[in-house]
């Protein structure tokens, strides 16, 4: 398995832009987490699913981040619109639930002008 | 907010020597986890020490659990340049399968 796979790896945008960060989970794997990372706040989870079912989305900042898993080999994190606080990497991870190890993806980092 | 927090923030050491990172937590937890982050990198699991669990041990890598101090630690034998990275701790708080993380020990080993 090639792993939990992201993109786009960077990403420039303005300031009000939309941007959208895409994710595939390791296959089988029936939970996905997508997680913001900043020196300033460390690691946060921001949302994380279950057969792509959200069940928990309580880290999102505000209503301007959304989420989907339309099914279970894809994942979207949609800012609209963006602002230069926004900026942090994002990863995303994956694992067969019961708490064990998550599966992370490389990360985007996302750059807000 | 965190629930694990590592200590030290950062650690210096020569290759050869040991490197020792602690992770303290707050709540009762199913497991504990230690994932490593190279520069520019995703996350990568470690060892996951459960709450029955005391010591575990994987390769060069030596963790111990005190649930009664709420404390864990990592221990990296015979450190390698290529151990330099960033070390986190993350706990299973029985929260439906979510992991917490703390904010990291950055290790640089010189060679």
């Known amino acids: 398995d090639a792993g939990v796979i992201q993109s786009p790896r960077h990403e420039v945008t303005e300031m009000g832009q939309e941007v959208t960060l895409r994710c595939k989970p390791i296959?089988?794997?029936?939970?996905l987490f997508w997680y913001r990372q900043t020196m300033m706040r460390g690691l946060e989870l921001l949302i994380y699913f279950n057969n792509n079912v959200p069940i928990d989305d309580s880290g999102m900042p505000e209503d301007r981040f959304s989420a989907k898993m339309p099914n279970a080999s894809f994942s979207t994190l949609k800012i609209q619109p963006s602002e230069p606080r926004d900026s942090a990497v994002y990863f995303c991870?994956?694992?067969?639930?019961?708490?064990?190890?998550?599966?992370f993806g490389p990360g985007t980092r996302l750059t807000v002008l | 907010s965190q629930q694990g927090e590592e200590d030290p923030q950062a650690l210096s050491i020569q290759e050869g020597e040991n490197a020792t990172m602690n992770c303290s937590y707050k709540?009762?937890?199913?497991?504990l986890q230690w994932y490593r982050q190279n520069s520019g990198r995703g996350l990568v699991h470690l060892i996951l020490?459960?709450?029955?669990?005391r010591e575990k041990h994987s390769g060069r890598l030596r963790v111990t659990l005190d649930t009664s101090k709420k404390s864990s630690s990592l221990l990296i034998t015979a450190s390698r340049a290529a151990d330099t990275a960033s070390y986190f701790c993350?706990?299973?708080?029985?929260?439906?399968?979510?992991?917490?993380f703390g904010g990291g020990t950055r290790l640089m080993v010189k060679p």
């Open positions: 020490i459960r709450s029955n669990e």
């Open positions: 991870a994956s694992n067969l639930g019961g708490g064990k190890e998550q599966f």
């Open positions: 296959s089988g794997h029936d939970y």
């Open positions: 993350a706990t299973d708080a029985n929260a439906g399968n979510m992991l917490t």
């Open positions: 709540t009762s937890i199913n497991n």
